[in-house]
């Protein structure tokens, strides 16, 4: 299963939101299910993406990267890696509070 999350992560580049919200969800569920430390390679691109959707005007892409974050934060790797990308913690605050 190493090489399918990689395979996969490719399809976030695609201009459809459509393709870009299902990627990020099977993303999320592949690698919040990984028994193994996510790599770097996979876990870095995704987490900015996840930083975009956070950004954007759009609820839809807001909620999603929320939902996203929520399965994946419990794994320390993930944890340590958000606290690398401020435009997640300033998002998550910014969309969060009143």
Request: charged fraction near 15%; include cysteine.
């Amino acid at each position: 299963m190493a090489h399918l999350p990689d395979a996969i992560s490719s399809a976030l580049d695609v201009q459809d939101d459509v393709v870009q919200l299902k990627t990020a969800q099977i993303l999320t569920v592949f690698l919040s299910s990984e028994t193994t430390p996510i790599v770097s390679n996979i876990l870095q691109p995704f987490l900015n993406t996840l930083s975009s959707f956070l950004a954007s005007p759009f609820p839809h892409k807001r909620d999603l990267a929320v939902q996203c974050l929520e399965a994946l934060l419990p794994r320390r790797e993930v944890r340590k890696a958000v606290w690398g990308i401020p435009q997640i913690i300033q998002g998550y605050e910014g969309k969060m509070l009143p």
